[in-house]
């Protein structure tokens, strides 16, 4: 086992991990810039982590028939927030599994790097993945990672501005 599945929090001593870790203290929402542990000192401000699948998917990739045994956790979770909350889905399968716990059609809300969608109980905001193959590839480079968090550290402070 490594990464969460190591330590017991998500991303934490993974590779995509670091480059979030750092965005989360950058744009305010950890209190330090990395995790090595659940227990070591990290504390988050504004801000959960969740994962749409509680289980280890063979090839840490999971397949539609984990998601959908998971998706009614994570439609509990998604039930919980503040208002003017705003779900950041890291990837295909969080922003689908995101969509699919609030019943909604996939096809009125198509996933994309930076797409916003208003969802009404909450605000989701999308970015790829930052796994290693897409910040190997470019495919997320850090200064888009980078701009998604100040995005949604605008939206959350104009949505605290307007109560």
Known sequence: ?????????????????????????????????????????LTLRDCRITNAVKCLPPDNKPVGAEINTCNAFLQCELQSLP????????????????????????????????????????????????SRYNTNTRRLTEPMFDAIFAHVRELLDNSFRER
């Open 1 to 41: 086992m490594h990464g969460a599945n190591r330590t017991g929090r998500p991303f934490t001593g993974d590779h995509a991990g670091i480059l979030l870790y750092q965005m989360l203290y950058k744009h305010g929402f950890s209190s330090r810039d990395h995790s090595g542990a659940a227990d070591d000192g």
């Open 83 to 130: 208002p003017g909350a705003v779900v950041m889905a890291l990837g295909g399968i969080a922003h689908r599994a995101i969509i699919k716990a609030l019943g909604l059609r996939q096809a009125n809300h198509k996933f994309g790097h930076a797409v916003f969608h208003d969802l009404g109980a909450f605000q989701l905001l999308d970015s790829y993945h930052c």
